[in-house]
């Protein structure tokens, strides 16, 4: 049981170019969610999805794009990166949205130069 | 709206108490979470509060007044490890089920 993966750990990225982060959990949780953490920052809600299939935008979302097509996967899409995005990606999943707590993945550092 | 304040920064001594503050403001309370964050890695579930009163979980323990819109944390016998961020979140119900965050408070433990 892997828990909540990420890939990549780390990645440099010139202005205007896209990437995709990934984010997978093995735990079959319906919530999965995307945060960014600027530095002394707490973390701020990107997208969010509730099952497959059904997206929804959360504090900050311009610059991005997510998809749901599978239980497992919610990747996170940046189309014309721009140095304001630099920050660390959380990718986190949970089972229901009541008191049981979100599982954070290991985070994504991103780097737009 | 949604307002989480905690303080930035605390320093503390091994074995000691501390206590961090968190005081928030939303429209649709639905919970309030306890993450530990050592620096590079991810947040970790501490604790969780919906009802008022403390929460005890081995040398952690969280208190939650919803009438005060307010929570502690309460480290014990503090250790050296505990040397991290701690995390104050709210769920409000009209945020959907996602968390709000505080800024995070750094807390620093010394020998």
């Known amino acids: 049981n892997a828990g909540v993966t990420q890939t990549p750990k780390f990645r440099i990225l010139k202005i205007g170019q896209s990437m995709t982060l990934q984010c997978t959990q093995d735990?079959?949780?319906?919530?999965m969610y995307w945060y960014r953490q600027d530095p002394g920052m707490g973390l701020k809600l990107i997208y969010y999805s509730v099952g497959a299939g059904i997206t929804d935008k959360g504090e900050v979302p311009n610059g991005y794009n997510v998809s749901r097509s599978t239980t497992e996967d919610f990747p996170l899409r940046l189309e014309l990166a721009a140095p304001s995005q630099t920050s660390v990606y959380f990718c986190a999943s949970s089972h229901t949205a009541g008191g049981e707590t979100q599982y954070f993945g290991p985070g994504t550092r991103l780097l737009v130069l | 709206g949604q307002n989480i304040d905690q303080p930035t920064e605390m320093t503390a001594t091994e074995g000691a108490i501390v206590q961090i503050n968190c005081t928030y403001q939303t429209s649709g309370f639905n919970g309030l979470f306890w993450y530990q964050q050592h620096a590079g890695e991810a947040p970790t579930f501490l604790s969780y509060n919906v009802l008022d009163g403390l929460e005890e979980k081995g040398r952690f323990s969280s208190f939650l007044s919803r009438s005060k819109g307010y929570s502690y944390l309460l480290l014990k016998e503090l250790q050296m490890k505990d040397s991290a961020s701690y995390l104050c979140?709210?769920?409000?119900?009209?945020?959907?089920?996602?968390?709000?965050f505080g800024k995070g408070t750094t807390l620093s433990v010394s020998s």
């Open positions: 735990m079959n949780h319906n919530y």
């Open positions: 979140a709210v769920r409000d119900q009209q945020a959907g089920t996602a968390l709000i």
